[in-house]
């Protein structure tokens, strides 16, 4: 039977073990020491910067240090010079070629070749005489696709892209549910003429797309510069919209369905004062004059109908009588077809909108038919044709009459009757216009779009013949 247990430590073990921890110790603290020391050292970095697609220099490429403001340009020549970390990498992009990263270390000079981000450059963008590549524009324009229309459901494919195109502001030119679209491109060219651009609708010109449904559009090009009047004369001075609707495409048929619904609300308005505000003011502004000392000058300063409402407590918001929540609702249905010859594209649409006062309404009924038929090797027609259709009913301005008018009174009298001058005087009320039968402004539009045209190519590459 054990009853003690003694453990003799090993001198020369314990002697390694301190030397061992030790040495650890000042390892990782030279390692700390060597990395923060690389990290905060600085080495001046020169090279140039090569395209691949020609084999000759990148002027203006775009030379960042990572994670920082730190940058510069390349000059004529592709030559750069920056000072970076060397802990940190360098970026080099230019517009049209794929970026690339090279970590900075202890090199002093770093030659990059940049690639050509061919699926940039090789996009087809709409000027006017036909198509033509991104890598051979010229002008300013900028291009948009069905897919960044659609992200945005409006009534009008303008509204659609508010705030998506650099240099063109459009705004809804009023708040009832058939106002139209104002469109500047860079700000106003003229002050008593119009500012309004030039819309061109498959080749064929037009003053407003209002009608057209944002689903049916391919793409959007924006002709911003001076280069829209080499191409439209002077109907191109305000810059140039040029919108190219969906066709046909072979394979198997596709069926699209899309649809919301979403509802509008009155966000910023002027108040005005509301009855007990009203009469303070008044008795306010005649006492100023001499008119009015105390409440017992009311009858001086208000009519019989007036004090009445003021002793009932009868106040009117008529703001808040007129207004009402606004729907709006779309309904689409797309039909994309084709075969080796024949290529067709059908959409059936349609539009709804409430506004936000009573009979404020608008609805759209859309045909659309584009089908393009291939008879042989150079032969192509084609028609592209749109059939809309509109409801309209038009309010009048109640909310002018609304805050003019004095907030005091009813709407209805005691037996329910409607009353035209609420306390009296020449003003009418701003609700007349919603008594049935007594105000009725419809209208009813139809708009036709049709292009047919005939592609002839005799001579493929030499001679094409285009009639539209």
Known sequence: MINHLHIKPNPKLSIWSSWNQKAVFTCLLLLVFFTLTLSGQSIKVTGTVFSSDNNGVLPGATVLEKGTSNGTVADADGKYSISASQSTALVFSSIGYESKEIVVGSQSLIDITLDPNFQYLDEVVVIGYGTVRKRDLTGAVTSLKSDEIKEVTAQNPLESIQGKVAGVDITRSNGSASSGINIRIRGNRSIGAGNSPLFIV??????????????????????????????????????????????????????????????????????????????????????????????????????????????????????????????????????????????????????????????????RYSIRANVDQSFNSW??????????????????DPLNMANKIIPLGTVYDDNGDFILYPVGGNSISPLADEQPDAFSNTGKLMNIIANAYLDLEPLPGLLSIDLY
């Open 379 to 396: 032969i192509t027609a084609g028609l592209q044709s749109q059939i809309t259709a509109r409801d309209e009913s038009y309010r009048r």
């Open 202 to 363: 498959d080749g064929i010109e037009t003053s407003s797309i209002d009608n057209i449904n944002p689903n049916d559009i391919e793409s959007m090009e924006f002709l911003k510069d001076a280069s829209s009047t080499a191409i439209y004369g002077w109907q191109g001075a305000n810059g140039i919209v040029i919108i190219t609707t969906k066709k046909g495409s072979g394979g198997k048929t596709k069926v699209s369905f899309n649809s919301y619904y979403g509802i509008s609300q009155v966000s910023r308005y002027p108040t005005v004062l509301d009855g007990p505000g009203y009469v303070v003011i008044k008795r306010e502004a005649n006492r100023t004059t001499g008119t009015w000392n105390s409440e017992a000058d009311d009858n001086v300063i208000f009519n019989a109908l007036e004090l009445d409402a003021i002793h009932n407590n009868e106040w009117i918001d008529y703001q808040d009588l007129l207004f009402d929540n606004g729907v709006q609702q779309n309904y689409n249905i797309g039909v994309n077809a084709g075969n080796e010859h024949t290529k067709v594209y059908f959409s059936l649409d349609y539009f709804k909108e409430k506004g936000i006062l009573k009979f404020d309404n608008v609805k």
